[in-house]
Nanobody
Framework: VQLQASGGGLVQAGGSLTLSCTAS????????IAWFRQATGKDREPVAT??????????YLVDSVKGRFTVSRANAENMVYLQMNSLKSDDTAVYYC????????????????WGQGTQVTVSS
């Protein structure tokens, strides 16, 4: 499966952005999708995951973004979205979407497929 992330940009603190991850090349419902981010000088860290099983989504958000971010998927369009609200300067990073077959995890090395990343910059 091939992935392409988009939607990043420059936003003021407290603002919102929606990132999109477009998938192609395989049956999208077979894959769990995760969002990771990497700030300058820091390790790549998980932000959100979403998997699909038995006709329903299973979204997950890490504690640092709960209540501010929402992850969703549109299987018919082969897309996953990361809606980011109340953005903080700490959210500044390159955001990547990643895919793996089956259930989702928070471990980046378990994801064999990656998009190219999209920069999110939050100004204070």
């Amino acid at each position: 499966v091939q992935l392409q992330a988009s939607g990043g940009g420059l936003v003021q603190a407290g603002g919102s952005l929606t990132l999109s991850c477009t998938a192609s090349g395989d049956n999208f419902t077979n894959y769990a999708i995760a969002w990771f981010r990497q700030a300058t000088g820091k390790d790549r860290e998980p932000v959100a995951t979403i998997s699909w099983n038995n006709g329903r989504d299973y979204p997950y958000l890490v504690d640092s973004v709960k209540g501010r971010f929402t992850v969703s998927r549109a299987n018919a369009e082969n897309m996953v979205y990361l809606q980011m609200n109340s953005l903080k300067s700490d959210d500044t990073a390159v955001y990547y979407c990643a895919a793996r077959r089956g259930s989702s995890t928070l471990y980046r090395r378990t994801y064999p497929y990656w998009g190219q990343g999209t920069q999110v910059t939050v100004s204070s």
